[in-house]
C-alpha cells in the first residue's frame, strides 16, 4: 500500500468502509482480509490474527444483532493487556475495540502511566455488541470467553489490567463487587492482574476519576516491579 498517490489512498478507504458497512462481517471472503488490512482493521480469523474468531462466529445470540465482530487490537508482544466487557455502539460500527468516547479516555487513562496503544493489547470479554449495551448474559460469556482464553494464552501478558465489573468477575471467578475487587493483586492463571472500572462507567460517574487515578498509578509501579522495561516514569498528572 506504501506505492499509492497520497490522494488515492483515502479514496479507496472510503470505498472499503462503505463495503464493511454494507456487508459487515459478510464480506465475501476473498475480499474481508485485503479490505481489513487496508483499513488498518484487525483481522478476526484470517492471515496474522492473533488467533483465530470465525467471521461468521454464531456460537451465541449476539451473532444476529452484531455489525463486526470485535476481536481485540494492539500488540501481540504486549506485557500488558487491557480486557474490557464488551463492544459499544461505535466499536461495533468500527470493528475495533475502545474507538468511542470510553476509548478516548482510556487513551488518556493509559497516557498518564507512560503508555500508548500500540504498546499494550485490548480485547473485551464479548465480541460483539449486546444490543443496547445492556449486560451481558451468562451463556453469551461462556460462549465467547474461550476466545478471550486463547488471545491470553498468545499474548502472554505480564500484567492484565480488568476493566470493570463484568470482566472482572468472569476472568477472576469471584462475585465480589467492583468496589472490593480493586485495590487488591489478584492472579489470573499466575499472571498479575489488578481491576478499575470501565472507562464508560466513568463517563457516567466523574467521581471515579481519583480511584481510577489510584489505580492505574499502582499498575505503573507494580509494572516497574515486575516488568521494568519502561525506564523511568515522570508522573504528569496528580488527579
Ligand atoms: S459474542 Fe462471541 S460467541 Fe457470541 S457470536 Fe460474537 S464472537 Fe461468537
Redesign the pocket.
Known amino acids: 500500500m506504501t506505492g499509492l498517490h497520497p490522494h488515492i489512498k483515502p479514496m479507496i478507504q472510503s470505498y472499503f468502509r462503505q463495503q464493511m458497512e454494507i456487508y459487515g462481517n459478510e464480506l465475501p471472503l476473498s475480499d474481508a482480509g485485503l479490505i481489513r488490512h487496508f483499513l488498518d482493521y484487525p483481522a478476526s480469523g484470517h492471515g496474522n490474527d492473533i488467533q483465530e474468531?470465525p467471521d461468521n462466529?454464531?456460537?451465541?445470540a449476539?451473532?444476529r444483532s452484531?455489525r463486526h465482530?470485535v476481536v481485540g487490537s494492539g500488540n501481540s508482544n504486549a506485557r500488558l493487556m487491557l480486557i474490557g466487557e464488551a463492544p459499544g455502539e461505535e466499536e461495533d460500527r468500527q470493528g475495533r475495540p475502545f474507538v468511542g468516547k470510553a476509548g478516548q479516555l482510556l487513551d488518556k487513562i493509559i497516557a498518564a502511566i507512560g503508555f500508548e496503544r500500540q504498546e499494550i493489547y485490548i480485547a473485551n470479554i464479548?465480541?460483539?455488541r449486546p444490543p443496547g449495551n445492556r449486560d451481558p448474559q451468562p451463556e453469551?460469556i461462556e460462549?465467547?470467553v474461550p476466545?478471550l482464553v486463547k488471545q491470553i494464552d498468545q499474548i502472554k501478558p505480564k500484567m492484565i489490567l480488568i476493566l470493570g465489573r463484568i470482566a472482572a468477575q468472569t476472568l477472576l471467578n469471584n462475585t465480589a463487587p467492583l468496589n472490593q475487587l480493586r485495590g487488591e493483586q489478584h492472579l489470573y492463571h499466575g499472571i498479575p492482574a489488578l481491576v478499575t472500572y470501565h472507562p464508560a462507567a466513568l463517563l457516567r460517574h466523574a467521581e471515579w476519576k481519583r480511584p481510577v487515578w489510584e489505580d492505574v498509578q499502582r499498575l505503573r509501579h507494580l509494572y516497574d516491579e515486575l516488568v521494568g522495561d519502561k525506564g523511568k516514569w515522570k508522573q504528569v498528572r496528580t488527579k
Open positions: 474468531i462466529c454464531q456460537r451465541c449476539l451473532s452484531r465482530i464479548l465480541k460483539c453469551e460462549a465467547c476466545y
